[in-house]
């Protein structure tokens, strides 16, 4: 990596997200001379100045945050909108003098329109290259970094290369779709502007403490059998889960980006085969640790066919809601594909950071889930 200079100036989208307040934290910390711009919309309840008082409230001690507040401008816009909503003023103010680019920002909802996906997923890459490509003309911008997923690789089997993106795969959902498209988009650019893909598997909570913000993927299964004992799970238990805990996500985002060698790269952030688990295994652990018989796999298509329309007909209240909900997540429980990480770990090992074996954090997650009560109360 090299060394921090106070001419760097990032901009940053998605800080109000899960992972997005992790690669704040980690810019603050890491990079103590550069200045931080971040894009942030406006919402109905708050104004964008607003979250970022939120932002530093979560993330700051009180004495720092008057430091932290003059290493930082919000700009209230829209990725979704052409130039992102900003005026001409406020587009030259964030392009002008930009050295880094990281856009987190992203849809991540599975019940969307691919119309919808697009307009956020697709729309936003646009308008943030476009930011990055008026930064590298003015002859600013080091690195643009985009945020995908792992998932674009939708309903493939097998082992999946960091190189590879549209083979003719199908997808489970619009969000899977539309972030495939959008990583289809920077890779085209990447010929003229120096630019990187980082894709996370699926993220979780912090492996050392478990502390996470986002209750959805894993956690939702998981609550439904730690609280509410429902033991029917639909899908293999020798399925591969690859999870990746967000404080290695972030800590190898920041990295990356600052690293010349990654210039022009596409890496998976994400267990990969040597340190993945298995849903029976992640299901064995679970089962000792909330203390719950453990869960009774069945096959996907029968439990699409006959078992979910029969429960739906015979239960209501929690349990009904569960179903429902469940349609988005069923189909990752029975994948049959893995993640490369050989190109990562080259970049990412010299420098200490790897992520863990998944097995050696699951209790933190579990834990954190019952102090946090699953998300409803602070927790330490």
């Not at 103010?93 to 919808?116: K, M, N, P």
């Not at 994948?335 to 933190?364: C, K, N």
Request: charged residues 20%.
């Amino acid at each position: 990596m090299i060394s921090p200079s106070a001419s760097e100036r990032v901009v940053l989208t998605g800080a109000t997200g899960f992972l997005g307040r992790q690669i704040l934290h980690h810019l603050l910390t890491q990079r103590p001379q550069a200045r931080i711009t971040l894009l942030l919309r406006d919402s109905a309840a708050e104004s964008a100045t607003q979250r970022l008082e939120n932002l530093l409230t979560g993330c700051c001690e009180p004495g720092s945050r008057d430091l932290v507040r003059q290493r930082i401008q919000v700009v209230p816009s829209d990725i979704r909108a052409p130039r992102c909503g900003l005026s001409g003023r406020d587009w030259e103010g964030v392009a002008d003098g930009a050295t880094h680019v990281i856009h987190g920002a992203a849809s991540v909802r599975f019940d969307q329109t691919l119309e919808e996906a697009r307009g956020v997923n697709v729309g936003g890459a646009r308008h943030l290259l476009e930011i990055s490509e008026q930064a590298h003309r003015g002859g600013s911008l080091q690195r643009f970094v985009y945020i995908s997923t792992a998932f674009v690789a939708g309903s493939r089997k097998g082992l999946v290369r960091e190189g590879e993106l549209d083979v003719g795969q199908r997808f489970r959902n619009s969000y899977e779709r539309s972030k495939c498209e959008a990583e289809s988009l920077v890779r085209q650019r990447m010929a003229s502007l120096p630019a990187t893909v980082l894709r996370p598997s699926i993220i979780v909570g912090d492996s050392r403490t478990g502390v996470t913000t986002s209750f959805n993927t894993l956690y939702w299964p998981l609550r439904a059998y730690a609280q509410r004992g429902w033991r029917i799970a639909p899908g293999r238990p020798g399925t591969v889960i690859d999870l990746a805990p967000v404080n290695f996500v972030a800590q190898a985002a920041v990295h990356l980006t600052f690293l010349p060698g990654a210039t022009s790269e596409t890496l998976h952030l994400a267990a990969g085969p040597r340190r993945s688990a298995t849903i029976g295994q992640i299901a064995g652990a679970a089962s000792r640790f909330f203390n719950r018989p453990p869960p009774r796999f069945v096959n996907t298509q029968f439990f699409a066919a006959v078992l979910q329309p029969l429960l739906l007909a015979t239960v209501w209240g929690r349990r009904r809601r569960i179903l429902k909900q469940g349609r988005f997540y069923r189909p990752y429980l029975d994948m049959e594909l893995e993640f490369d990480t050989s190109r990562a770990d080259a970049l990412l090992e010299p420098a200490g950071i790897r992520p863990p074996h998944v097995q050696e954090y699951l209790e933190r997650l579990f834990a954190y889930c019952l102090e946090s009560d699953w998300g409803r109360k602070p927790a330490a």
